[in-house]
């Protein structure tokens, strides 16, 4: 039987050429980072809770995949997704949102029994929404979605508690094992793009009392081509 997981070619996104964002958090930001994470898990729901336990158990299987969308290296959000063999050809899966060129880690999903069918539909809707998925190394996938945690915590802006079950489950992945860097902005300071649902001045403004007036630039969305 066809397995839809592996019905691709082996295309490694780190070995492309990047360009990297050049903002960086400083130590102190990433410190700052560590103490609210802390907040974060105290703060999270009872569900939560009960998802972080299951994936944490879940982690210690064998990383059967990971992938990216193409997109993220040229400054678009980055979807980051890994896929763990659990056994009986059932999969779970965790997949982040990640803006690199501002906010971080936004949206994430975990799933504990999948197969292999159930898993390709997710890949072929992330596909959909964010351009196409292509397979890379789990220390990428990881490190994509543990700085993309950090930027958000440094600035200050809270986390999702969806986040914490993915983190849990990506636990057993070394992202130091990354050896590329994980850009950051676009040409040295962060790009806002407020969503639908933002308010562009006042998250301007809050980003600004971090970073300063000349670290962030807001992009309202009637000026994107």
Partial sequence: MPDPLNDHEEVRVEDREMEPGGFVLTAVMRKEAGARMAKSRQRMSSGSKRQCAKMAKLSRYKVHSAYTNALWRGGHPAIAALVLETGSGRYALAHALVDLACLGAKDAYTFTSLTADEVAKHLEFMAASAGEMEPTSPALTAALIQEGVVLRLALGLPL?????????????????????EVPMGMGGKLVLVPGP????????????????????DLVEVDDQV
């Fill in 197 to 216: 649902n933002d308010d562009g001045p006042k998250l301007l403004e809050k980003l600004q009392a971090v970073v300063g007036v000349d670290g962030v």
């Fill in 160 to 180: 999702h508690d969806d986040l914490h079950p993915v983190l849990a489950l990506i636990r057993g992945v070394d992202h130091s094992a990354y050896v590329g």
